[in-house]
Nanobody, 122 residues
Framework: VQLVESGGGLVQPGGSLRLSCAAS????????MSWYRQAPGKGGELVAR????????YYADSVKGRFTISRDNAKRTVYLQMNSLKPEDTAVYYC????????????????WGQGTQVTVSS
C-alpha cells in the first residue's frame, strides 16, 4: 500500500497550491480519503474529507471557501486545491485513507502518506 503526496512548496500569502495524493495497493474507490495537516508545535487537524460514495464532503471551518477536495477514482488520486493561502496554513499536509469497513467502530484498514510541506510566507 502506498499513498504518495506531491505539490507542496513555498507560496506567498494569497497564492494557490494543488496537492495530489496517488494511491496504490487497495481499492481506492471504497475508501474515504482525507487531508490532515500538522503545524509546528500543534496537533493534527482534519482539513477535508471526501467520502467513498455519496455522503457529505467535510471541510474544517478554517479552510471553508478556500480549499476544495476532489477525487478521481479512475486515477486513484485525491486532490486538495488550496486558494487564498494564509501564513497559518503552513503545515505538513498528510493524505489519509480509511476503509468504510469498520472494526470496533473504527476503520478496519487505514493508511497514511508521508506528508508534503506547505509553507505560506512572503
Amino acid at each position: 500500500v502506498q499513498l504518495v503526496e506531491s505539490g507542496g512548496g513555498l507560496v506567498q500569502p494569497g497564492g494557490s497550491l494543488r496537492l495530489s495524493c496517488a494511491a496504490s495497493g487497495f481499492t481506492f474507490s471504497s475508501y474515504d480519503m482525507s487531508w490532515y495537516r500538522q503545524a509546528p508545535g500543534k496537533g493534527g487537524e482534519l482539513v477535508a474529507r471526501s467520502p467513498s460514495a455519496g455522503g457529505i464532503t467535510y471541510y474544517a471551518d478554517s479552510v471553508k471557501g478556500r480549499f476544495t477536495i476532489s477525487r478521481d477514482n479512475a486515477k486513484r488520486t485525491v486532490y486538495l486545491q488550496m486558494n487564498s493561502l494564509k501564513p497559518e496554513d503552513t503545515a505538513v499536509y498528510y493524505c489519509y485513507a480509511a476503509s468504510t469497513e469498520l472494526l470496533d467502530s473504527r476503520p478496519k484498514y487505514d493508511y497514511w502518506g508521508q506528508g508534503t510541506q506547505v509553507t505560506v510566507s512572503s
